[in-house]
């Protein structure tokens, strides 16, 4: 074979150019994909209409005042149904009177476009602090913000910490503007006397 | 139940409503509230608290039951009527509607029963709205101190032989 290129030197250049053609070929088509590639990334695998990174939803009352607000590492949003998917969502509510905001955290959360309907699941936190007291804390698995009706609700077993002590129980309703909280079954609350309180 | 004691207070119920606009929690089917030797069972209990803490307790039941057990110095107790109603500041236990206190073979009933729970004195009185109603009272006698003498049988026919 290299006796015959030897005696054809234009076949040989031809057989150079040809690799290089096919090596500069593949070179392209890697880039091609690389670049897919990282569009391909950024969108994630459910192939969101669209991805908002640090992403910030506000909601308004009639008045015109924050009603809540919610933020996200990323919402990826999806037209059709008209949901956004949240990382770590990170919300405050905050209460018509007195404006002290409920702040909700969670691992993941779904938030209905329409009925502001917020979903999360994943070490749901909601505190709520207190002037001169102890902040007051609900925790659970899984939680509903609805910022139209106003309440927070959720059928799982929650945890509520507050100045009384603690209580535990199974389904709740929470009314954030009124500051009532319903517990709907189970209930076992473990309250400090004031003695135990002076002496922490 | 004592504010100022370092024991807690536990409290289980079937449902639970927490008004904090209202410093009201209201408690609701088979309530039982616990502290050390003292519990009180209702239908429904709602606990009142103000600046200093928990101020008031109301039970509503058919009836509801409270109850301390013995103690070194105080005999058990056992007091139940429809309406029981705790008052931190004061210490005192008002039974209202079908009131029967248990004390140490004592019984007293009424409309309405009064019960210090730092001195443990009972007063009883009977209801405003029925004039038939009559106070009870079964007070036990005390056993004598010095010896010798007997004392006198349930039906207080003075002491009887025992050979």
Redesign the interface.
Known sequence: MLSILRRRPALTYALIGLLGAIFLLMVWQDEESSGAGSTADLRGPREPDGFIVNAVYRAYDQTGQLSSRIESARAEQFEDEQYALMEEPESAVFEKETRIPWNITAEAGRYDLNTELLLLSGDVRVVRSNPGMAP?QLLSERLTLDNLDRIVHTEAPVT?LDY??T?D?VGMRAWID????????????????????NRR | F????????????????????AGR?T?TGNVVIV?AETSLRADRVELY?DA???SRILAFGDPAVYEQAETSESPETDARADEIEFDAASHLLTFRENAVIRQAGDIFRGDLVRYQTENRVVTAERGSSDDSAQVEMIIQPRRQQNSGSNPATEDGNGPADRN
């Open positions: 007051t509520l009384r002590g209580t129980a009124d500051r009532i909280i319903e517990f709907q079954s189970e209930v076992e609350g473990e309250y400090v006397t004031d003695n135990i309180k | 004592d504010m100022n004691s370092d024991a807690p207070i536990s409290v289980n119920a079937d449902h639970a409503r927490l008004d904090d606009m929690a408690y502290q608290r200093e803490g928990l």
